[in-house]
């Protein structure tokens, strides 16, 4: 099994604890340090059936048809052109192969991760991103995302949504996380003024608002979509 775009890796390592002594799993991502991280982290794990690479999901470098699964969480949308890393999916699964892909649904579901951003838009502190330009929310829109998918030549088999919940103990708590998480937030905010900061800041708490429960805590409902494909026997060109 290949994951690609792991980051440090657990949804792999989910996997590989179930495929037994045989089954084997390439955990991969663009970034050296993720991978280092990766691999610190299947060692506390004890995982002993991970084998770690520098991959690129626009170009993999396997041969055709080489792994019975691909999974990809929160990957695919961040490739300039997802169109090409589905494709390279679909060419290194052997016939019958299934791949796993999670994107985020649209930003509009998805406070926790978009409420500073919205906030800096309105302020005019920022301009609307492409809508083709990697991201997060590049893959929102399912239709799109089923199409990519066959059209790289694969049969989708489900297509769901999956709610998450995205929690923390205050509004600071969160502020922290999602500046740690992004960095183009962490980039705009470093070239505002703090009277700039603080008004993106008070634009994004009133977002999350309806979120916060009476002891300051925040437990932001988000939304994803999972989608199972699988490599019909006679894929051409590969
Ligand atoms: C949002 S993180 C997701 C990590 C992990 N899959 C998860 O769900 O927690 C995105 C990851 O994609 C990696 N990435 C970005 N572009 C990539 C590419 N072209 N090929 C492979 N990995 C890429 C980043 O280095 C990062 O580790």
Known sequence: ????????????????QRLGAQGRLLSTDLAPEMVAAA?????ELG???????????????????????VVC????????????????IARVLRPGGRAAIGVWAGAEHNDWMTAAGRSALELGLSERPQPNEPGPFRLADPMELRQLV??????VVTLENVPVHWRAGSVDEWWEVVLDMSRMLTTLVERLTPDQVGA????????????????GSLDVPGLAWALLAERPDGLSGS
């Open 39 to 43: 691999r610190r982290r299947a060692a």
């Open 47 to 69: 995982l002993e059936n991970v084998e770690f690479r520098l991959v690129d999901a626009s170009g993999i470098e396997l041969p055709d048809g080489a792994v019975d699964a």
């Open 1 to 16: 099994m290949l994951e690609l775009a792991a980051g440090l890796g657990d949804t792999g390592f989910l996997a590989a």
């Open 200 to 215: 993106l800041r008070k634009g994004a708490e009133r977002r999350l608002a309806p979120h916060v429960a009476p002891d």
């Open 150 to 155: 066959e059209a790289a030549g694969l049969r």
């Open 73 to 88: 969480r929160f990957g695919v949308m961040l490739v300039p052109d997802p169109a090409q890393a589905l494709c390279e």
